[in-house]
């Protein structure tokens, strides 16, 4: 750790956050034929701490002898403050080193709220915050991760972006810097090389053009230049490497626990959800490499719970008997198994039901929306009866609590389908007094968030809903559903207006994202700080009405700012999907029915992979 820090730690919340040492942290030399990366985390150690991805990374730089990698993640609000009275410059955790002194300092862009810690991080670390600022002793700033398949507003700060899967490329990013800096490379050398790799975005070298203030496309400034980017993805999940062991920490974080991915992508096709586009198609580890990689890490950690982490883990096509595995392997050692993500059906109950044996801690399910009919057209195939079969038999197994998530704002959603919210809760309670097996009460929490249209989905030409028409859905629904047994929760309007706002986003919003950190803005995802007025401000002074960007409807046909980020999702499957969202359609997933027609698996090229059915299209 940094040696200037350590007077200060007595007078922060939380000093473990800044002390490093912790089990199985990696400390390398800093020779000066090494590559040294800065894995950069734009929230606070509790959070970055638990994210499967920054892991990942971490064990594949520091297993190279040429590259050390070493943390970073955003120093709370007490600790910067006294940081920025004694100019203590940001640094990273394993060696004390200012960030500023790295050759790569990378981000990961997992939302939009996090923006604006990016930018404070900078600040804090004494590097420029925009890449045509930096001069040739600065390091060269990346970002990747699920955000940066629109990364317009933060283009002007970062040297070079990565779409895709990180594994499939991080290597090849070594070995170019490695050599550049070898032959003493400048910073526009350097750029123009690592543009070539396939999956890596120079800013820079695209200009975009606008007409009477609407955005008409991205023009490369230079020859040779692709027009598209197309994301890195790797055909075989269980070909990546995967650490086998993971830095546990001191204090208590976020996903304090053995987190193994199972299965990447996901094919469902919600018509709402980013994640289920970008990160296509399926692919799933062979259950054989997922055991052994569970007995390295408790072994090498300590922890006793398991997480199998995916997008879905009850669609991992073996999962009964994985999880029987697990649970015979480890159960007599007092080590648990968990599955952050169920779907909804019975069998969701009966993993369930193997997993909490001894302690039913509450069961989580998505319905999304109210009704039926807008579930079709959001393409969330489940039906009521699928929502009473698992209530009734949670209940029965002796469950008592229910949490629902749902959204609202949807496309055509109407006052029936809030009602609809309130009228499950209120059938899940009965549901529960029917089929309860102990004395407990049945209690039902109700989650609500607010529809946000994302890049590269079928919803991403519809606006949100104005603030004041959010708010007043919130409200009816406190209503609706305030009765005993019924908990009732939703996520502030301002929050998703303002991630609505830069999930659409263009490069006019650097200046705003800049006024805003000025103006003290940071931290934005946590509720107490945020400062809504400070942001309209911004806005104000730089010019850009926000609901341009939030709640305006886009032209299918229209260029967009993030037409240049490709997924391998083709654009006339959105449109065909937002479509048939207009109709009330559903579209068969493409893992047991016919091809969608997406486009991925012809364009990247790639194909599902289910360890029960090899090599399945």
């Not at 002898?65 to 394993?94: C, G, H, K, T």
């Not at 053995?258 to 992508?265: F, Y």
């Not at 499950?424 to 309860?436: F, N, P």
Request: with cysteine; proline share 6%; net charge negative.
């Amino acid at each position: 750790m940094d040696k200037r820090l350590l007077p200060l730690l007595p007078l922060v919340t939380k000093p473990a956050r800044y002390t490093n040492h912790e089990l199985n942290a990696q400390h390398k030399e800093w020779s000066p034929d090494r590559v040294k990366m800065a894995l950069a985390f734009p929230d606070i150690y509790d959070v970055g701490m638990g994210h499967l991805g920054f892991k990942i990374l971490y064990a594949i730089v520091n297993g190279r002898s040429d590259a050390l990698a070493e943390r970073v993640y955003a120093p709370w609000v007490d600790m910067q403050q006294l940081m920025e009275e004694r100019a203590i410059p940001l640094s990273s955790l394993e060696s004390g080193s200012d960030l500023a002194s790295f050759d790569l300092v990378g981000f990961t862009l997992q939302h939009e709220l996090s923006y604006t810690n990016i930018l404070k991080m900078l600040d804090l670390a004494g590097i420029p915050r925009r890449s045509s600022q930096r001069g040739e002793s600065d390091p060269l700033v990346l970002a990747g991760g699920p955000c940066a398949f629109n990364v317009e507003p933060l283009a002007d700060f970062f040297d070079f972006v990565v779409l895709g899967e990180g594994e499939e490329v991080i290597h090849e990013i070594l070995d170019m810097v490695k050599t550049l800096k070898q032959q003493r490379a400048g910073r526009q050398e350097m750029l123009r090389e690592l543009a070539k790799l396939k999956g890596v975005y120079v800013p820079s070298f695209y200009r975009p053009v606008y007409e009477d203030g609407k955005f008409q496309g991205l023009e490369p400034l230079y020859p040779g230049i692709p027009a598209q980017i197309e994301k890195r993805v790797a055909p075989d999940l269980g070909a990546l490497p995967f650490p086998e062991d993971f830095v546990v920490p001191y204090a208590e974080v976020v996903h304090d626990r053995v987190m193994v991915e199972i299965l990447r992508g996901c094919t469902r096709g919600c018509r709402f959800c980013q994640a289920g586009m970008i990160y296509r198609p399926v692919r799933e580890r062979d259950p054989e490499q997922i055991k052994a990689q569970v007995e390295k890490l408790v072994q090498s950690t300590g922890y006793d719970e398991i997480s199998l982490s995916s997008l879905s883990s009850g669609d991992y096509s073996q999962i009964r008997s994985l999880v029987a595995d697990l649970i015979e392997a480890y159960q007599g050692c007092g080590v648990t198994v968990a599955l952050p993500s169920l779907r909804l059906d019975s069998f969701a109950v009966e993993l369930a039901q193997e997993i909490q044996k001894a302690r039913k801690t509450g069961l989580t399910f998505a319905p999304e929306a109210g009704t039926q009919r807008l579930r079709d057209v959001i393409n969330k195939n489940v039906t009521d009866q699928d929502l009473k079969e698992v209530v009734q038999g949670a209940f029965q197994a002796g469950w008592h609590r229910i949490k629902l998530y749902f959204m609202i704002g949807l496309p055509t959603e109407t006052e029936a389908d809030l009602d609809g919210i309130a009228d499950l809760a209120r059938s899940v309670l009965e549901w529960g007094r029917e089929s309860r097996t102990s004395r407990k009460r049945p209690e039902v929490t109700v989650s609500v968030a607010s529809f946000v249209p994302k890049p590269h989905t079928p919803f991403q030409w519809m606006g949100q809903d104005p603030l004041e028409v959010l708010t007043a859905k919130q409200e009816y629904l406190q209503k609706r559903l305030r009765r005993p047994g019924v908990q009732f929760s939703f996520h502030q309007v301002e929050q998703s207006f303002l991630e609505a706002v830069f999930a659409r986003g263009d490069r006019r919003l650097a200046a705003v994202l800049e006024r805003a950190v000025d103006l003290g803005c940071q931290f934005d995802s946590w509720g107490e700080q945020l400062h809504f007025d400070r942001w309209l401000q911004a806005f104000q002074e730089v010019g850009l009405d926000p609901r341009d960007y939030a709640q305006r409807w886009l032209d299918p046909e229209a260029p967009l700012p993030w037409s240049h980020l490709s997924p391998g999702v083709d654009d006339e499957f959105l449109r065909r999907e937002w479509q048939l969202a207009q109709e009330a359609v559903p579209t068969p997933d493409c893992r047991w029915d016919r091809c969608s027609r997406c486009g991925v698996c012809f364009k990247l090229p790639v194909v599902n992979r289910l360890v029960e059915v090899a090599g399945r299209g």
